[in-house]
Every structure is written in structure tokens, then in C-alpha cells.
């Protein structure tokens, strides 16, 4: 299975989210932080591409990119990465590191391995 983690700024909405994956690749399902799962975006976003969408706990998880704003808020180093992370069971990998959304509101990565 393939999680898209989905990281993004208040402000972004669902075409930076969609830029974003598109970036990333392929999903069987979209997951991001719990405290941003009722986001507008990101639920028309899932919506849209008729993908379940997970909240996960992020807090703590480590993650191969580092942005200390991001752990500054979440205690992660990259909300998208502790997301696809998160949403899968323990010995998940990143297959793609986080990527940046052409407007730089949202970021994605994605996740292989085992439903959690």
C-alpha cells in the first residue's frame, strides 16, 4: 500500500494539495496530522480523488528531512513524511522524500509498506 502525506499552510488550498501529490506520485490514500485533517482542502481533496483520508499522531516520529518550523509545531521534521509514515505499520518506507508544491503552500511524500 501507498500513503500520500500531506503537509500545507492554512492558506493552501486543494490545487497546491493536488500539485503537491502530483509531484509525490500514486497514493492508494492520503493521510496528514490529526490537527489538520478537518481542513477544507485536503477533505475536498480527498474527495475528489475518492481516497480515504487518514489522521494520524505525528508527533515524535522520525522522519529523513528536517524542517525546524515544522518541528518546532508537530515535533516531527516533516509533517508529510510523519504522515505517510504514520499511517502505515512499523517498517514502512518513504519512496519519495518530501517535495514542495510549485507555490510552496503544501508538501507531499509517500509511503510503502503494510496497512497500520
Known sequence: MRVAGLGFRKAAGT???ADALARAGAADALATATAKAEAPAIRALAAQLALPLLAVEVAGRA???QSPRVRALFATG??????ALAA?????RIVTP????????????????DPA
Open 63 to 65: 522522519t529523513p528531512t
Open 88 to 92: 502505515l505499520a512499523p517498517g514502512a
Open 15 to 17: 490545487a497546491s494539495l
Open 98 to 113: 518530501r517535495v514542495l508544491s510549485q507555490d510552496g503552500m503544501a508538501t507531499c511524500a509517500i509511503a510503502e509498506g
Open 78 to 83: 516533516s509533517l508529510a513524511e510523519a504522515a
